[in-house]
């Protein structure tokens, strides 16, 4: 008799799970500012002063870097990939055949939004 009350009582107390609702929680990803131009120009004209065969002294955003660097094609070509790794981003090479200046890639890189 006091089996049948005791189970009959265990089955009784039994606790009930109950599904939890599903929580969903809203994120929100921000990316980092834009960089100005101020910015940009400082950073170009930091990788090429860095740059081998260049002199720190000559470079100014009106610079050619065939006539006022005396940089060759595959030496500007080298520049450019300095610049991409500096700001983490590809110039397609259609634009950079068109780069002719300091000035001219820095205002390039200046419109990029995912420079970084």
Same mark, same amino acid.
């Given at each position: 008799?006091?089996?049948?009350?005791?189970?009959?009582?265990?089955?009784?107390?039994?606790?009930? @799970?109950?599904?939890?609702?599903?929580? =969903?929680? *809203?994120?929100?990803?921000? /990316? !980092?500012?834009?960089? +100005? #131009?101020?910015?940009?120009?400082?950073?170009?004209?930091? @990788?090429?002063?860095?740059?081998?065969? =260049?002199? *720190?002294?000559?470079?100014? /955003? !009106?610079?050619?870097? +065939? #006539?006022?660097?005396?940089?060759?094609?595959?030496?500007? @070509?080298?520049?450019?990939?300095?610049?991409?790794?500096?700001?983490?981003?590809?110039?397609?090479?259609?634009?950079?055949?068109?780069?002719?200046?300091?000035?001219?890639?820095?205002?390039?890189?200046?419109?990029?939004?995912?420079?970084?």
């Amino acid at each position: 008799m006091f089996r049948l009350a005791a189970a009959s009582t265990f089955r009784a107390v039994r606790p009930v @799970v109950r599904a939890q609702p599903t929580v =969903v929680s *809203a994120f929100r990803f921000y /990316a !980092a500012e834009a960089l +100005t #131009k101020e910015a940009v120009s400082t950073r170009v004209l930091q @990788v090429v002063k860095n740059f081998d065969g =260049v002199k *720190a002294a000559e470079i100014t /955003a !009106a610079s050619s870097f +065939t #006539k006022d660097l005396g940089l060759d094609s595959l030496d500007t @070509v080298d520049l450019l990939v300095s610049i991409e790794e500096e700001f983490d981003i590809e110039i397609p090479d259609k634009i950079a055949d068109e780069l002719k200046t300091v000035g001219q890639t820095i205002d390039y890189v200046a419109e990029q939004p995912n420079a970084a």
